[in-house]
């Protein structure tokens, strides 16, 4: 008897894993996807009125001044240096030591990078760098990009910059 129950036991929880299986695998619609569901015959909803973006993409760059500098090149020597150098051209102490050499930031694709796209990268990081967003709040992310900026401007200045 006890045989028995173990049996059905065991029967009765391997018809649970297709219950889970059928959580995991919900069914959804691809972006843009027309659907049935919705007067306008769209999945994808339009944008609610006088909402603001999620996660701070509306955050503007703040003016560049010397102060903004000073605390970017505090917070490069800090975070970056050590991967991508004091000069950010990617030889820093631990690449010297065998982990994967970081981009220079004088190479022609970063010079023409977006400051969003260098405040992304701190923000979410990329590759094998990780996320600083938990280390550098974004006010300084902004003070890094500015620096980075002008690492490129010492190493990548036109002679009518030098006037």
């Known amino acids: 008897m006890r045989k028995l129950i173990f049996l059905l036991a ?5 018809g649970c894993e297709k219950l889970m299986r059928d959580m995991y695998d919900q069914p959804r619609y691809k972006p843009l996807a027309a659907s049935p569901l919705f007067p306008d015959g769209s999945s994808a909803r339009p944008e609610v009125p006088s909402t603001v973006p999620a996660a701070g993409k509306s955050e503007a760059p703040p ?8 605390r970017g ?11 991508h150098s004091p000069v950010g051209d990617g030889d820093g102490i631990v690449a010297r030591r065998g982990f994967p050499r970081p981009p220079s930031y004088h190479t022609g ?3 023409e990078a977006p400051d969003r796209h260098l405040y992304d990268v701190i923000t979410q990081g990329y590759g ?4 600083y967003a938990a280390s550098v709040p ?7 990009v500015a620096y980075i900026r002008a690492l490129q401007l010492s190493q990548h200045a036109r002679r009518e910059d030098l006037r």
């Open 10 to 14: 065991l029967l009765w929880l391997g």
């Open 63 to 70: 003016a560049r001044t010397l102060a903004l500098l000073k």
């Open 73 to 83: 090149q505090e917070r490069f020597d800090i975070y970056c240096a050590p991967c």
């Open 109 to 111: 694709r970063l010079r």
């Open 128 to 131: 094998v760098m990780h996320s």
């Open 138 to 144: 974004p006010e300084d992310r902004w003070a890094i």
